[in-house]
């Protein structure tokens, strides 16, 4: 329920204030591959995948709202990172070899670029998407 309502309402309050300030920008949300493209290999998560496809259209939605106020809205969906909540060092590689292409996790430096690569402002032709960083999560 968080993963949805806790960035409907975040979307909400920062939209407002970047609408009243009136200089434009970008909103970059956090979201995950589970929420691109279900697959057989990671079964049992469908409450949070399925917030996760709530995500991806909300950005879709919100962005053509706030496209009028010359703000972008993006997300980024990350595949198997190596932090503690896929089991660190130990677990991560376990399951990233099940679900992505590339047989090992991500790390969050690649989240971070890619997070920024949305945020930058001479890519002000990007908005509305959600960007698989994934390790070919969503290519399988």
């Known amino acids: ?3 949805v309502f806790g960035v409907h309402h ?7 204030q970047m609408i009243k300030q009136g200089k434009g920008g970008s909103v970059v949300i956090n979201s995950s591959a ?17 917030s996760k496809f709530a995500i991806t259209g909300l950005v879709g939605y919100v962005a ?7 703000i ?7 595949g198997v990172i ?11 590689p376990k399951i990233a070899e099940n679900v992505q292409i590339f047989k090992r996790p991500g790390k969050v430096s690649d989240i971070s670029r890619a997070v920024l690569y ?3 402002p001479s890519n ?3 908005t509305g998407i959600s960007l698989p960083v994934d390790g070919g999560y969503t290519s399988k």
Do not use: C, W
């Open 10 to 16: 975040g979307l909400k309050h920062v939209l407002k």
């Open 124 to 126: 002000t032709f990007i």
């Open 34 to 50: 589970v929420g691109l493209r279900a697959q057989e290999n990671f079964q049992g998560h469908s409450g949070y995948s399925s």
């Open 72 to 78: 972008r809205v993006n997300a980024v969906a990350p």
């Open 64 to 70: 053509g709202e706030a496209a009028k106020h010359n």
């Open 118 to 120: 949305l945020a930058d």
């Open 1 to 3: 329920e968080v993963n």
């Open 82 to 92: 190596q932090t503690d909540m896929t089991g660190g060092a130990e677990g991560a």
